[in-house]
């Protein structure tokens, strides 16, 4: 009975530091990504990989991927740099593995950010142009088609009012020889180019707009618009190029 004293104390001790190092056995790998929760679009988001104490290699490697957007700095580090440009409205995933993680390490994880839209349009034209020559119109159409291109997520709006002298049909034909150009020659998806007739003014007026994701189509200011009465058809204008499509 006197030598079970001893025994029983050494399984007791040996018990219980077992049971401590159960509890303080370090685990290895990614815990979690850092980084916020919500992004206005165009702020530069970085996110950085949260690991343990216990990494398997001195300088660990980490793939990053993306549901959208683009890594602008840090591919392969612990921290990322990520481009929110015209990523208004989405949610964006990014998924970081450790390259080489042992088995039983966490050797991946994924966080959600959301890109915020951006504000509603407030009716300002990103260019507006009357009757000018087919070459101008051309110049105008290729800078619009950079905003949009620009701006991956969004649509472009075309609202065209005839003048109050004009031919039959003008609005149809121009409205339609512009997106043509848009989408045939500058490659933009004809999708995201919507086309709107507002009737007639006393000049003719075309305005161009780069409309956010989620945001409503601009509709017609009808407080300038002529009455149909009023309107004088004329002749077809003769075409002054033929570059335009």
């Not at 049971?19 to 165009?42: H, L, N, Y």
């Not at 591919?75 to 450790?98: H, M, P, S």
């Not at 007739?197 to 002529?226: H, K, M, W």
């Amino acid at each position: 009975m006197v030598r079970s004293v001893p025994l029983l104390s050494l399984f007791l001790l040996l018990t219980l530091a077992s049971a401590v190092r159960a509890q303080t056995s370090p685990t290895c790998g990614i815990v979690d990504v850092e980084g916020p929760s919500e992004v206005d679009p165009g702020t530069p988001l970085v996110l950085k990989v949260k690991t343990t104490g216990n990494i398997h290699t001195t300088k660990p490697e980490f793939k990053w991927t993306l549901s959208a957007g683009e890594i602008t700095a840090g591919q392969g580090t612990e921290e990322i740099t990520v481009d929110t440009v015209g990523l208004g409205g989405l949610e964006l995933v990014a998924t970081v593995e450790l390259s080489g993680a042992p088995t039983g390490c966490k050797g991946s994880v994924s966080r959600i950010t959301r890109v915020n839209l951006p504000p509603p349009v407030c009716g300002l034209a990103f260019d507006s142009y009357g009757d000018i020559s087919a070459e101008d119109e051309e110049a105008r159409l290729d800078n619009f088609a950079i905003q949009l291109s620009n701006v991956p997520l969004s649509s472009g709006q075309i609202i065209m009012s005839a003048g109050q002298e004009t031919f039959k049909n003008e609005t149809m034909e121009r409205l339609a020889r512009t997106k043509s150009y848009l989408v045939n020659v500058r490659d933009i998806d004809p999708t995201r180019i919507l086309t709107t007739d507002c009737g007639f003014t006393q000049e003719l007026n075309i305005r161009f707009y780069v409309i956010p994701v989620g945001v409503a189509p601009l509709t017609c200011d009808t407080s300038s618009e002529v009455p149909f009465s009023k309107v004088k058809f004329t002749k077809r204008r003769p075409k002054s190029s033929k570059r335009l499509r």
